[in-house]
Each structure stands twice: as structure tokens, then as C-alpha cells.
């Protein structure tokens, strides 16, 4: 047939009539934005390889969130970073240490905003790794009592999400037993389920100092190659108890997004990890990149692929564009 009978472009012509078709449209309702919560007062650091992001004290940290509320965000991922490392990583369940203190004092302050918490070793152990190390072993089961017990210190604080990232097997299980035991069976899990060993967490590692010190985390992370095992860490997490289940990084995992959505159609995050962030933001400053088109774009593309939650350092800029 060379006459074109059927013009897709048809319904391209105006933009009223791009917006009456549009299969996906993004909403300030969409996002988590993630904080680096540090010890100390009126700090507010720059995380040189994450334009825009810093690492907040307590109470510089409740200044900004008073923009996060106003741009209608429903909430935030917070992340402590300290100095107080040992080998298990035993500041991590200190109930004073800075997520404790910060969970308590945001929820007092704002408490309709959702608070969840990153559950994990590797920023609070001298060693770096995500779980305890004997002999040059990152070793699952004796770890789990310890993400059990950095759970329970969030919930006890306010957390309405604890999300362990740490890939131990079983943690999830181990956790919503915890958590049931101390009487917070409200607080739910938002379980890192299928997270990869990424070259895209570089820039975090700089702002939660929490990259390992010897070796990597290919033994308990997942490799970047497989998506069927994917499918399998989310099956196990929600037969364990996750009410929401996570991929990470995102923009290079959409079709694991996608699967997740499709084989489970449960709630779905998807984590646009600090890598993916530097990566835009770097060729924006360069001039190489229209800044606000690529970041929506790509916003757009995660929720396309199946995201109902999604994690992103743009989230604040995201809200204050869709606002426009
Ligand atoms: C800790 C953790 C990491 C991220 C979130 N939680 C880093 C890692 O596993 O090394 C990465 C987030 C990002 O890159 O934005 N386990």
C-alpha cells in the first residue's frame, strides 16, 4: 500500500492533543527523595560528585524539608553517614546516632510525611562491607540479628519504612520478625530486592563513605547480567514479607522493572542511584544536555517501565517542574 491510510502522527499534531493520548504522566506523588544525614549542627556539606545533593545535620535537615512538604513530595529515604565505624557496624542500631535522632525529630515536626530508612552496614563498618567479615568473607546468617536490630532502633524512632539494602539473604524475613516481636508490625518493608553490583553507586560511596575497603560486593550483590534471577530475590522477598519491592539502579534496568511489574504487580520502587544522577548533571554543566528534558525524560521512562515508587536526587527539581 504506498497510500499512508494509517498516520500515527495524526494524534501527534497539537499538544492538547499529545496530552489526550499520553499513556504516562508523571506526579509529584511519584517520588522519595534520599537525604545523607550527618552528626553535628548547621552542617549542610556539597557531595562534589552530586551537584545539588549535600550531606545535612539534624536540624539543617528539617529547614529543607519544609520546601520537600510545600512542593507536595509524600516523602523522603534517609541515609546516615559517621565517623563511628567498628566491625559489626554496631552505630547503626544507636539509638542516638543520627537516623534515630533525625527519624524522631522529622516526624515530630512533619509528621505526615513518610519516613523511610536505609537499612544497612556498610556506611557504619571500618571494613565498608554491607554484612559481618570473617576472613575475608562477608558472612549472611550472623548478620541478619544485626539488620534486625537497626530496624527495630528506626521503627522504635518513627520509620514507616525500613528498606534493607544490604542483599543478605533472608534478611526480610528476619526483619518483619523483629518488627513484629517489638510490636511494630504497622511499619513496612521496602526491600532492595534486585540490586545489582553497579559501577552507577560511585558517587553515593562518596557521600555515605561507605565503599568497601578491600574487595567488592559482587559476592552478595547481583550481577548486572541476569534478570530471570531477578525475578527470583523479588518472588523470595514478598513470599518474606516485603510490601514493596525495589530495583536498582534504574535507567539501565528498565526491563527488570518492567518483569517485576508484570510477573508480581505489587508495588514496585525503582532507585535512579546517585551514578545516574552525576551522569545528567555532569553533561548539563558541560552544556551537553538540556538538564530539565533529559531528567524528566528519564523520570518518565522509569514510570513507563512499571515504577509505582520512585527514588531520585532530581525528585525536588522533578516536583518543582511538574508544579510549573
Ligand atoms: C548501601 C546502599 C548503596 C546505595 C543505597 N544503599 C550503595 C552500595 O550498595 O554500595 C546506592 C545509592 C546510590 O548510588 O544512589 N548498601
Not at 556539606?45 to 545539588?52: A, L, W
Not at 537516623?99 to 515536626?109: F, Q, Y
Not at 523479588?234 to 518492567?258: F, H, N, S
Not at 524528566?296 to 531520585?312: C, F, M, P, Q
Request: net charge negative; hydrophobic share 45%.
Amino acid at each position: 500500500m504506498n497510500h499512508p491510510y494509517y498516520r500515527p502522527r495524526r494524534l501527534r499534531r497539537t499538544a492538547a492533543l499529545r496530552r489526550l493520548v499520553r499513556e504516562t504522566e508523571l506526579n509529584v506523588n511519584d517520588f522519595l527523595l534520599p537525604f545523607f544525614v550527618v552528626e553535628g549542627e548547621g552542617v549542610k556539606v556539597p557531595v562534589e560528585s552530586m551537584p545539588g545533593v549535600y550531606r545535612y545535620s539534624v536540624d539543617r535537615l528539617l529547614e529543607e524539608l519544609a520546601e520537600v512538604l510545600e512542593l507536595g513530595l509524600p516523602g523522603i529515604l534517609l541515609f546516615g553517614v559517621t565517623e563511628r565505624k567498628d566491625p559489626q557496624g554496631s552505630e547503626a542500631w544507636n539509638k542516638e546516632g543520627v537516623v534515630p535522632r533525625a527519624v524522631r525529630a522529622v516526624k515530630e515536626r512533619y509528621p505526615q510525611l513518610v519516613v523511610a530508612t536505609d537499612v544497612c552496614l556498610c556506611s557504619y563498618t571500618d571494613h565498608g562491607h554491607c554484612g559481618v567479615v570473617e576472613g575475608g568473607k562477608i558472612l549472611n546468617d550472623p548478620t541478619l540479628p544485626l539488620l534486625s536490630r537497626v530496624a527495630v532502633t528506626h521503627a522504635e524512632a518513627g520509620a514507616d519504612l525500613v528498606a534493607p539494602s544490604d542483599m543478605m539473604d533472608g534478611r526480610v524475613s528476619a526483619i518483619r520478625e523483629a518488627l513484629d516481636a517489638a510490636g511494630f508490625t504497622e511499619v513496612g518493608i521496602m526491600a532492595y530486592s534486585a540490586k545489582y553490583a553497579s559501577a552507577f553507586y560511585g558517587p553515593f560511596r562518596e557521600a555515605a563513605e561507605s565503599a568497601p575497603r578491600f574487595g567488592d560486593r559482587r559476592s552478595y550483590q547481583m550481577d548486572p547480567a541476569n534478570a530471570v534471577e531477578a525475578l527470583w530475590e523479588v518472588e523470595l522477598d514478598l513470599e518474606e514479607g516485603a510490601d514493596i519491592v525495589m530495583v536498582k539502579p534504574a535507567l539501565a534496568y528498565l526491563d527488570v522493572i518492567r518483569q517485576v511489574k508484570d510477573t508480581f504487580n505489587r508495588p514496585v520502587a525503582a532507585y535512579n542511584v546517585s551514578g545516574e544522577y552525576a551522569m545528567i548533571k555532569a553533561a548539563a554543566k558541560l552544556g551537553w544536555l538540556d538538564e530539565k528534558a533529559a531528567v524528566l525524560e528519564a523520570l518518565t521512562a522509569i514510570k513507563r517501565a512499571g515504577a509505582d515508587v520512585i527514588i531520585s536526587y532530581h525528585a525536588r527539581e522533578a516536583a518543582r517542574w511538574l508544579a510549573e
